[in-house]
């Protein structure tokens, strides 16, 4: 494989993970925008523990993923006493305040960042991606799945039938800052080096674009969405500024043409019934 | 001393964000809409600016321009933008989906507009920072120790009076209450005689004029402009508004101050980053346990996206 | 006699100052068809909302099959046995029917079945159980729509499927016949006649006195928060308080 590709591929695979973080809470209808804060997380757990213990790269993941996890459940509780536009904000701060709180740690490199020792090889970030996908599709298709679907749609009627919504809300904040916190290691580890500045607000809001622009109806949604802006991009070779440029454009236009989403449920059953016209689809 | 050198700095800074955060408290207040490119057209009245008196006017139509009307003809860009946002966003949406407030697509739309502007602006320009020159640098007023410089109590004198304009225009004139009204309830609004549709684009202009003249003053105030300097006034502006409360014209006043003071105290006491902390973590503490702000009104902003 | 599956006895509820619910009781039989009336404003739906467990009442007591419920969350109440349906459809709009109906078997799941992809098994034995009691119904031609796509009238009875689904022994309508034009009663009527005769109890809010006179044996009347009639439906003719609330003092 070239550098190039393989260069490609393991940000695509971070990008995938960290869309899924984020895919997550959307599912359940809570949008966050600041998911740049809980992959900073998972980047300095990693290149800290790193540094400091010299742990094995699997406990390395491993241990970014329960940090991740473990913090996204604590901000859960706060953040959950917000609706709609506070929360957007809530999430956004919180994003801010994780940022300002490396640039003052002189222990976590401030501005300069930090270097890793250990790396990794692009294939640790295609098994992770490929884990974390179809962790994702499972989840989904589970009942726990439709109970984050039901809250989406009308939280008072998921709890009148029975679902446990505040468990399901919560749990998808800590299953999203788990898949930031892997998202975060995988990072740090791949480019071997973490600095601040790389987690600010703008990679917060692109990585929200990516799921809404994906579509937050079915599991691909993320996939499609992380894959799409990062891919054509490249594709079409452009300079870094052009670039963002023509995705604003994309995402303005997606909004008039298809605001649900590239990828929405009826596609998906229309291109089921295409591909397996003899199995009757009952979902 | 050095606390009220300190004070009268954090006011200074406040007096720029105030203007973008009752920009974003009238649209929130008013449409219920979070509107992300207010940071956007915050930057371009500065950019075009510049460029306007760096180069002229595009296709050889003058000479470089003088500052005033330079920044003129940016904050006329930055209504136009405006306007372009709500062609774009939010009246297509009322069309086509009934109450666009209920959905986060306005949101996201404005998300791309930011991108849009700025990533448009740095593709021209370049990322470097420009100075904007003016014949005021260096004009200030000491007391004692105090130093107090003119174009920014200009400035502030200038901030107060567009808010206290804009809430006597919201409070007594036929626009205002129009403006009001759809507020309350557009529906309402409607069933009493207030086109609607008509009242939206007022919003806007109101939105880009507020940005155009923060941008301006900010680039007479430190004689120079650069793509990213909307990013650092729109967060703090938003954490303004928020602490002010979400609707309210005179918190995002009070929020604005309260953001430029603290921030100058705590880059004065804890060193230049901890101001990113102490806005952010008063905001969150805030949206936590004070949802409505300062001065808010309850209803504004919960509706589920 | 049966036993009384519902109890309401002395429930009171205000909001800030006003006072929506005063002192109300009534009875609901195990296997009665009831029917719970009144003007505009009389505090049904809100009567609804506290027996749901939505509102928590200021005063007074619910007892579902014997069993006080008063602290039991909303959430846990359906586990019970009691389901409800809403005034305005609340079916999830992103969801499909079949979707819709299998979320209502959601309390009785237990933690395996929550962590079973039923949605990709093609022979999940949830999925089954809900395709059979849509069978059941004849609405079987809508299993894998969109919920937005169906009429009304469809809507409605998706709702309570989706209510039954919990195996509820007491069903709470709410205004179950509003909206729906004279074909579509006569066929919501005679759905929820079977459905009464699966053994569900029927507790139901509702406008269309002709259809409360058809389907419902007992009535409780409202009026301005308070119980003002509560016997059989052939006696609501000749009650005087019934007659004032609806027709005004003169009459």
Known sequence: MSGYLSGLIGILGINIIFAYSIYVTAATGQLNLGGAGFQAIGAYSCAVLSEMFGLSIPFLLLLSTIIGATVGFLIAFPILRTRGVYMVLATFAFAEIVAGVILNSDSLGGPTGLVLSDYIETDVIIWSTIGVVVFCFYLMSTRIGLAMRAVHDDEAVADLLGVNRRAVQVGAFAIGGALAGLSGGLYALYFGFVEAQYFNAFLSIFVLLYVLIGGTQTAWGALIGASFFTLVPELLRMGDDWRFFIFGVIIVVMMIWRPEGMVTRQAIDRITLKLFPVVRRHG | ?305 | MADPILQISSVSKNFGGVVVLEDVSFVVEAGARHALIGPNGAGKTTMFNVISGVYQQNAGDVLFAGQNINDIPSRKRIALGMARSFQNIRLMPHLSVTENVMLGQHSQAGILDLLKPIMVMPRAHDKERAVELLDSFGLEAFQGRSVSELPYGVRKKIEVVRALMANPRLLLLDEPAAGLNVAETATLHDFLVEVAERGVTLLLVEHDMPFVNKLCETVTVMNFGRRIYDGPVSGLREDKNVLEAYLGADA
Not at chain 2, 43 to 58: H, I, K, T
Not at chain 2, 225 to 250: E, N, Q, R
């Open chain 2, 1 to 305: 001393m050095v606390f009220t050198q300190q004070l009268v700095n954090g006011l200074m800074l406040g007096s720029i964000y105030i203007s973008v955060a009752v920009a974003f408290t009238l649209t929130i207040g008013i449409l219920n809409f979070l509107n992300f490119t207010i940071p956007a057209l915050y930057m371009l009245a500065g950019m075009v600016g510049w460029s306007v008196s760096y180069y002229g006017l595009p296709f050889g139509l003058s000479e470089p321009l003088g500052w005033a009307p330079s920044l003129l003809v940016g904050i006329t860009c930055s209504v136009l933008a405006s306007l372009l946002v709500e062609r774009f966003t939010y009246r297509y949406f009322k069309i086509k989906h009934g109450d666009s407030t209920e959905h986060a697509i306005p949101l996201v739309s404005s998300l791309g507009f930011l991108l849009i502007f700025e990533y448009a602006i740095l593709g021209a320009h370049g990322s470097e920072t420009r100075g904007f020159h003016t014949p005021f640098t260096d004009l200030n007023w000491r007391f004692a120790d105090l130093v107090i410089s003119i174009p920014q109590v200009t400035s502030l004198i200038l901030s107060l009076c567009i808010v206290v304009g804009l809430s006597f225009m919201l409070k007594k004139t036929r626009i205002g209450r129009a403006l009001r009204a759809t507020a309350e309830s557009p529906d309402t609004a409607t069933l009493m005689g207030v086109e609607v549709r008509k009242i939206v684009p007022i919003v806007f202009v109101l939105t880009g004029l507020l940005c155009g003249l923060a941008g301006s003053i900010f680039a007479v105030n430190y004689s120079e402009v650069s793509p990213y300097m909307g990013d650092h006034v729109g967060t703090k502006a938003i954490a303004a508004m928020v602490i002010g409360g979400l609707g309210s014209v005179w918190g995002a006043i009070a929020g604005g101050l309260i953001v430029g003071i603290s921030e100058t105290f705590s880059i004065h006491f804890f060193g230049a980053s901890s101001a990113q902390i102490t806005v952010w973590g008063l905001l969150l503490v805030l949206l936590i346990f004070r949802p409505n702000g300062l001065f808010g009104h309850n209803a504004i902003g919960k509706g589920k996206f």
